[in-house]
């Protein structure tokens, strides 16, 4: 008996470190990544993809690497009490961004044109992560912004729908949970994530 308790307690102490540390799971609550990702949906995050968050730290213990341009990420946004939200990577740190003519362009190179609905950017390999967008005629232009050192610039997939870094700024690195690597919920929309 004591054997099979010895066996269930370090079984609890691998689930809870496994969630805590490692995967994360979080509830979309708003339509701002549209067309990909849509409110309710479950997404499960790879919390070690940039580094070890600990629950009970400001920031990453340790990080081994940062997000490419295109990653979906899940941070604690500093502007919403510290809440878990869902955003794509535009710009990383040195990017110049602006939007003008309803077009987004990076480091004076358009990403995407209104009328193609239709965003690509370079990965650090080389390749090329393309994804929709919902754009809006009634963006105006802004920019030109340059993504300070240990920060990020995150925009939602909804252009028109989204809260993002064209309202509250660039967001420091250290508030990165992780990257969203699969939708689970729901199971007719089962899809990985990490080439999207």
């Not at 102490?13 to 479950?42: A, D, H, T, W």
């Not at 790879?46 to 213990?61: C, E, I």
């Not at 390999?125 to 240990?150: A, I, M, Y």
């Amino acid at each position: 008996m004591k054997r099979f308790i010895g066996i269930i307690t370090i079984c609890i102490f691998l689930l809870l470190v496994l969630r805590l540390c490692i995967v994360g799971v979080v509830y979309v609550q708003s339509n701002s990544m549209q067309p990909l990702i849509s409110k309710n949906e479950g997404i499960i995050v790879d919390q070690l993809a940039f580094g070890l968050n600990l629950p009970w730290l400001d920031r990453p213990l340790f990080a081994w690497r940062s997000p490419n341009h295109g990653d979906i990420v899940v941070f604690e946004n500093p502007h919403d009490q510290g809440k878990l939200w869902l955003k794509r990577v535009i710009g990383l740190p040195g990017d110049t961004l602006y939007f003008h003519d309803h077009r987004l362009l990076l480091n004076g190179e358009a990403i995407g044109d209104f009328n193609e609905k239709l965003e690509t950017m370079k990965t650090p390999q080389g390749n090329s992560r393309s994804f929709r967008t919902w754009t809006s005629w009634l963006e105006e232009d802004w920019g030109p912004v340059v993504v300070p050192k240990e920060s990020i610039f995150l925009m939602g997939d909804h252009r028109g729908a989204s809260l993002d870094s064209r309202v509250w700024g660039s967001i420091s690195v250290e508030h990165l949970q992780g990257r969203a690597v699969l939708r689970f919920w729901p199971l007719n929309k089962f899809e990985l994530l990490t080439d999207r």
